[in-house]
């Protein structure tokens, strides 16, 4: 079982910048790609990017590519979504999630879920 929690959202002026955190329970955690999805209102949830289980790897939905970055730190349990260059539709609740196998881009095959954060984007 993985526990995970995520934190730093809030309200930020578009063209700013966030870093979102989320930290992992148990011992597993290199053992898994970490991914951040998002959901906005009225909307699908949407991947966002995910990293490898050793932090080499990067992957980005096209959406964020070139503004996000992602990131983790194995020995703290941690991945990071740092978030510059905000636009007003990157308003959502921003979700951590843990996987174990299968395609990182796709909502179903991660394993667990944090609560999520709130990021709004403001004029």
């Known amino acids: 079982q993985v526990h995970l929690g995520e934190s730093g959202g809030g309200l930020v002026q578009a063209g700013g910048s966030l870093r979102l955190s989320c930290v992992a329970s148990g011992r597993t955690f290199q053992s898994y790609v970490m991914g951040w999805f998002r959901q906005a209102p009225g909307k699908e949830r949407e991947f966002v990017a995910a990293v490898s289980r050793s932090g080499s790897t990067p992957y980005y939905g096209d959406s964020v590519k070139g503004r996000f970055t992602i990131s983790r730190d194995n020995a703290k349990n941690t991945v990071f979504l740092q978030m510059s260059s905000l636009k007003l539709e990157d308003t959502a609740v921003y979700y951590c999630?843990?996987?174990?196998?299968?395609?990182?881009?796709?909502?179903?095959?991660?394993?667990?879920w944090g609560q999520g954060t709130q990021v709004t984007v403001s004029t």
């Open positions: 999630a843990a996987e174990s196998g299968g395609s990182v881009y796709i909502a179903t095959t991660y394993d667990y």
